[in-house]
């Protein structure tokens, strides 16, 4: 008797948390970019939200993959989620294909999402830049599919870099259009986006983004780059010739070699600027690698491990997926309801 008072207590509560929802694509070598502006903060915020994290790779096809790196790809990302410290015992952890729902919802979204809102999107705009050789349908339609993983599981928050805002501003306006049209069906969702390490910049050129797509690779650092790439990347990366670790506007390099080692120190870029003030910048480079290498070894070696352990990959994945599709396909039901579908009898 006590016992199940205190099962529907912890039931009740897992019911009253929060959703939280977010993804990453398998479609190359995840960066300290990611782990930065999306996995560092999953970890804090699954301890207060009930969370979703999903390996999104529907998305991944919309640039050309290889299918065996494909297939790579996602138990490396799914081992490094887990290497991370994502807990497939508080939170739900899956992937994309496994439930179909998600394609299912985004053909219904489609329909209420106008041609010129998927062209003004950059992301796309960028995308046709770098593959004008396969400007395909799914390419554009990419933020339907976004807002499909979204809607599908009533999420209230989003924890995503700053890259993806547009995308979560399309979610919304996707959300409340069904929402005023069929009635309320959907939670309108709210980004989260971190104050700080939310667009790590590339070591290579500080103007633009740190990305795994980027075919220069001293531009980004892998979450599996050996401790010897790691010193080497840094030493390599681009900074200004006044010598002094400073934040500032007219200083993006180094103010973005700052936040990177902010974020893997474990303190504020203040405290960051204090601790340098009178180095120069090689003082400060290999101690950036120092604080980078402490974090990403456990790490990388957890990750090895978990990916000899292919029994265990699959249960988690199995049981993700099964959560997940239970949610997904409740909330397609009442779309598919509201817009006058008949049901499978
Ligand atoms: P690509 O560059 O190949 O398109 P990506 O590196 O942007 O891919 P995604 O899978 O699209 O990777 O992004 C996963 C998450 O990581 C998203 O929340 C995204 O905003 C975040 N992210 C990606 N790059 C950065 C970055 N440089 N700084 C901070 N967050 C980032
Ligand atoms: N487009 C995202 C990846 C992504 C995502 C999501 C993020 C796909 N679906 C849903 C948050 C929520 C990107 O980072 N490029």
Redesign the pocket.
């Known amino acids: 008797m006590a016992e199940k008072t205190v099962l529907n207590q912890t039931e009740e509560k897992q019911e009253k948390k929060k959703v939280l929802f ?1 993804g ?2 398998p ?2 070598k995840i ?1 300290i ?2 782990y ?3 996995i560092k903060n999953w970890l804090t915020l699954q301890e207060d939200y009930d969370s979703i994290f999903c390996i ?1 790779d529907l998305h991944a096809i919309t640039v050309a993959q290889e299918p065996s790196e494909l297939r790579a790809n996602t138990w490396n990302l799914l081992a490094l989620y887990l290497a991370c410290g994502l807990n497939p015992e508080k939170s739900t952890i899956f992937v994309q294909s496994h439930v179909p729902c998600h394609a299912e919802l985004a053909w219904a979204l489609n329909t209420v999402t106008y041609v010129g809102e998927l062209n003004r999107m950059t992301q796309f705009k960028d995308k046709c830049a770098r593959h004008a050789d396969n400007i395909n349908m799914g390419l554009m339609d990419y933020p339907v599919l976004m807002a499909s993983d979204i809607l599908l599981y009533q999420t209230d928050l989003v924890p ?5 805002k547009q995308h979560l501003e399309l979610s919304r306006d996707i959300a409340q259009r069904f929402n005023s049209r069929y009635g309320t069906t959907f939670v309108v969702p709210e980004p989260y986006i971190a104050k700080h ?5 590339s070591l290579q050129d500080a103007g633009a ?5 980027d075919e220069n690779e001293n531009a980004f650092i892998s979450m599996t780059d050996t401790p010897d790439e790691i010193r080497r990347k840094f030493k390599r990366a681009v900074t200004d010739s006044d010598t002094r670790v400073r934040f500032g506007d007219d200083k993006p390099e180094i103010s973005n070699l700052l936040t990177i080692y902010s974020a893997f120190a474990g303190c504020t870029v203040q405290e960051a600027e204090k601790e340098f003030e009178g180095a120069g910048y090689g003082v400060f480079k290999p101690r950036i690698a120092d604080a980078v290498i402490a974090v990403l070894e456990p790490i990388q070696k957890e990750q090895k491990r978990l990916l000899a352990d292919k029994a265990y990959l699959n249960t988690v994945l199995a049981e993700g997926a099964e959560k997940a599709y239970y949610r997904a396909r409740r909330t397609l039901t009442k779309v598919y309801k509201k817009l006058g579908f008949v049901p499978r009898a």
């Open positions: 977010s990453i694509q479609s190359g960066t970019g990611n930065v502006g999306a999104v995503v870099g700053a890259d993806q390490g939310s667009r790590i910049m983004k740190m990305s795994k797509s």
